[in-house]
């Protein structure tokens, strides 16, 4: 099985683990210590919350642009509009900020979430009859 592992450097590697709880992902101890939280999205989605000074460690190089000034983001997919609104809502609830109004496709749902350290999430429902009505 292949798995992707998504390494995200962290001002609070505490703090971070809690949103990112918030969010619906766990936490697996095998790769988690007091510098960095295994979090799992799924059995083959991980992301790892590292501290800032652990990632520089790791990639030798200075940490740049945790601080909003981002150059990726990535996109959850969810199985319902209601655990789409759930995420989000608890991710707002844990301190993290929609930097976009909610977006209806038709065919798909999305919202956005931000966390503490300007990582971006789109959060996406993708409704497969509409979509696949509208490939016909």
Do not use: A
Not at 61 to 67: H, L, P, Q, W, Y
Not at 85 to 110: A, C, Q, T
Not at 114 to 127: M, S, T
Request: glycine share 6%; hydrophobic share 35%.
């Amino acid at each position: 099985m292949k798995q992707l592992f998504i390494n995200l450097p962290v001002s609070d590697v505490e703090k971070s683990m809690e949103f990112y709880l918030s969010l619906g992902f766990e936490i697996n101890p095998l790769f988690t210590d007091e510098h960095q939280k295994c979090m799992v999205w799924s059995d083959t989605v991980y992301v790892m919350l590292i501290s800032k000074e652990k990632f520089s460690d790791f990639s030798n190089e200075k940490v740049k642009g945790i601080d909003g000034d981002y150059k990726v983001y990535f996109t959850l997919n969810v199985d319902s509009e209601n655990e789409l609104n759930k995420l989000i809502d608890n991710g707002l609830k844990s301190g993290g900020s929609e930097p976009i109004e909610p977006k209806d496709y038709g065919f798909m749902k999305l919202r956005k979430i931000k966390d503490f350290d300007g990582h971006i999430w789109d959060v996406i429902y993708l409704d497969s009859e509409k979509f696949l009505k509208l490939k016909s």
